[in-house]
């Protein structure tokens, strides 16, 4: 077996064994607000920074739990800078375990049987990865580790990212820190939060032209 397979079943495995402790692991977001409340919030954005990297490396879906957390600790403006800072560190830290792992192994097979998302990611110029970035159907991890098997450089990747992502996640805390758990058992909630705040509605269509724009060019490709 060849070392970049090694490599390649390794990355692989490390993703199946990440999605499998996400399932059983369950974070409250009252334990993490209870944590961090009574900290000055200097430290507190530190310690929620490290805690984001930290939690949603190994188990991928307690990131949702944080972002609730910190809308309701920090508000929507600080809440987004928070979380974009991890997410720029989970970008770099995936980005790279996929191209020290996997990038050689597909270009030297997958690349030349399949014709999937990884080809259709090498192929997009720069205002594309900025739509697939900033889109909110397209999973950040899956972003992150895809563009780490392509030839795109980390540097031109990370400015995708400081460019792109800072308003999808700034959509997200807003509406968490307006209507809160709601978001995802009360639809009519997220209406009405959106009917009542206009600058925040024209940004959902935005989203919506992007995601039509996103699925005709990975459709078309």
Do not use: C
């Not at 996929?98 to 030349?112: I, M, P, Q, T, Y």
């Not at 450089?153 to 990370?158: A, G, T, V, W």
């Not at 308003?167 to 807003?174: A, E, G, K, S």
């Not at 209507?179 to 509605?201: D, R």
């Amino acid at each position: 077996m060849t070392n970049s397979r090694t490599r390649f079943l390794i990355f692989i495995g490390a993703i199946v064994l990440f999605l499998a402790l996400g399932k059983f692991f369950h974070l409250d977001d009252t334990a993490i607000r209870q944590a961090l409340k009574g900290i000055p919030l200097f430290w507190a954005g530190i310690i929620f920074i490290a805690a984001y990297v930290l939690f949603s490396f190994f188990f991928w879906f307690s990131k949702d739990v944080f972002r609730i957390a910190a809308a309701f600790l920090f508000g929507a403006y600080l809440s987004t800078l928070l979380v974009f800072l991890a997410e720029a560190i989970n970008a770099i830290i995936l980005f790279s375990l996929a191209r020290a792992l996997g990038k050689d192994f597909v270009e030297s097979n997958l690349s030349k049987k399949f014709s999937g998302f990884y080809q259709k990611l090498s192929r997009v110029n720069y205002f594309w990865l900025l739509v697939f970035r900033a889109a909110p159907f397209i999973p950040l991890r899956f972003l992150d580790l895809s563009a780490g098997l392509t030839a795109i450089s980390l540097r031109r990747y990370m400015s995708v990212v400081i460019l792109a992502t800072p308003l999808r996640i700034f959509w997200v805390q807003f509406i968490l820190a307006g209507v809160g758990k709601s978001v995802y058992s009360q639809p009519e909630a997220v209406t009405n939060y959106l009917l009542a705040n206009k600058g925040i509605f024209v940004l959902t269509l935005a989203y919506l032209i992007l995601i039509i724009l996103a699925s005709f060019k990975l459709k078309k490709d």
